[in-house]
């Protein structure tokens, strides 16, 4: 098991039950040297340290987020604040990005078109 999926294993109780975890990423503090998990669901982005701590947290609608290379920062910014992870490794940071680029596009768009739809048909 990886570094990232013992972090979520310890954070997940912050989830509620109707959430999809659909990306994650591991950093450390901005100004400190503790470790914090940032998880993106389907209906916010949550950071929460590895110690219990209160998570902070944004919706995802009209959210972004953007990796800068120097000190390898994420970015997330939203109307109600901005969570910022350094030290995330680029791909995971990259994912988060394409995924809060999607979901802004299809909010703006307005439209579910290009969504792919799973259909269940019983035998």
Request: hydrophobic share 40%; with cysteine.
């Amino acid at each position: 098991m990886s570094r990232i999926d013992r972090a979520v294993q310890r954070v997940r109780h912050h989830l509620a039950d109707d959430e999809v975890l659909l990306a994650c990423a591991l950093g450390l503090e901005i100004d400190g040297r503790r470790r914090q998990v940032l998880m993106l669901t389907d209906k916010r982005a949550i950071r929460v340290g590895l110690r219990g701590e209160h998570p902070d947290e944004l919706p995802v609608e009209g959210a972004g987020a953007r990796f800068d290379e120097v000190g390898d920062v994420l970015t997330i910014t939203g109307t109600a604040g901005r969570l910022e992870l350094r030290d995330v490794e680029r791909g995971a940071a990259e994912r988060i990005e394409r995924l809060l680029g999607r979901h802004r596009s299809r909010l703006l768009a307005g439209t579910t078109q290009d969504l792919h739809h799973i259909r269940i048909v019983s035998a």
